[in-house]
C-alpha cells in the first residue's frame, strides 16, 4: 500500500489487514509504531501499558494455536467476513501485544479499555501512514489464561489486544462506514 501523509485520507483507508507479504519489518519500524501508541492519551495520565513485540517462531506459534481455536469456537455456527484473507500468526511477520495494567480492584473495565485502545488505534494509523497494515484483535481473550501462561504476563496485567504487523500482501481500498446522519443526533437521543 502507498504511504499517506493527508490525515482525512489517513482515516478512510486505515483498514483491518490480516494477510502479509514476506517483507521484513525492521525493528526502526517497529519503534516508530510504538513511539506513536505511547503518545497515545491514558487515564490521569498514567500510561498503564506494555507492549511485548513477538517475532520468535516458537513464541508465534504457540499464541497462533490458541489463537485459532479461539477463532474456530468464534466461528464455529457463522462465517467470518473475508475468511480468505487471513493469515494464521505463524506467517505474520510481527504480532505486537497490547498489555494493560488492571486497577488495584481488580476488575478491568471501560475506563480500563479506554486507557489501552486510543494508543492502540496511534500504532495502527502510524502503521497505515508508512504503507504497513495491521489489525487490533481480541479473539485471543477466549484462551486468555493460556495466553498469559505463553507470554509470561504477571498478576495485576491484562493483555488487551494483539496486532498483527507486516506489508500488506496487496492493495486495499479504503474502508466502508454508513454516512454520518444515520449514526450523529443531535442535543438529545433520538431513539
Ligand atoms: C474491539 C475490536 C475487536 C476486534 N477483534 C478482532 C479479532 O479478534 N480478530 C480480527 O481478525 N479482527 C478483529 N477486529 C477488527 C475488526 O473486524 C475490523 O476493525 C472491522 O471489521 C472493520 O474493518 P475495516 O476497517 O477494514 O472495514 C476487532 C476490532 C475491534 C475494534
Known amino acids: 500500500m502507498e504511504p499517506i501523509s493527508e490525515v482525512a485520507e489517513l482515516f478512510r483507508h486505515q483498514r483491518a489487514v490480516r494477510a502479509f507479504s514476506d517483507r521484513e519489518v525492521s525493528d526502526e519500524i517497529v519503534e516508530q509504531v510504538l513511539t506513536a501508541a505511547t503518545h497515545g492519551p491514558s487515564g490521569s495520565n498514567t500510561q498503564p501499558w506494555r507492549w511485548i513485540v513477538v517475532r520468535d517462531a516458537d513464541v508465534k506459534a504457540q499464541v497462533s494455536e490458541e489463537y485459532e481455536a479461539a477463532f474456530a469456537a468464534a466461528y464455529a455456527d457463522r462465517a467470518p467476513a473475508r475468511a480468505d484473507d487471513r493469515q494464521p500468526f505463524t506467517e505474520v511477520p510481527v504480532l505486537i501485544v497490547a498489555c494493560v495494567q488492571v486497577p488495584s480492584t481488580g476488575r478491568a473495565g471501560i475506563q480500563t479499555g479506554a486507557s489501552i485502545y486510543p494508543a492502540c488505534q496511534n500504532l495502527m494509523l502510524q502503521a497505515r501512514a508508512l504503507g504497513l497494515g495491521s489489525v487490533l484483535t481480541t479473539l485471543h481473550r477466549v484462551k486468555r489464561a493460556k495466553i498469559h501462561e505463553i507470554l509470561g504476563i504477571p498478576e495485576g496485567w491484562d493483555t488487551a489486544a494483539i496486532i498483527p504487523l507486516g506489508w500488506p500482501d496487496r492493495s486495499y481500498g479504503p474502508n466502508r462506514r ?14
Open 178 to 191: 454508513p454516512p454520518i446522519s444515520e449514526v450523529v443526533m443531535r442535543d438529545r437521543c433520538s431513539e
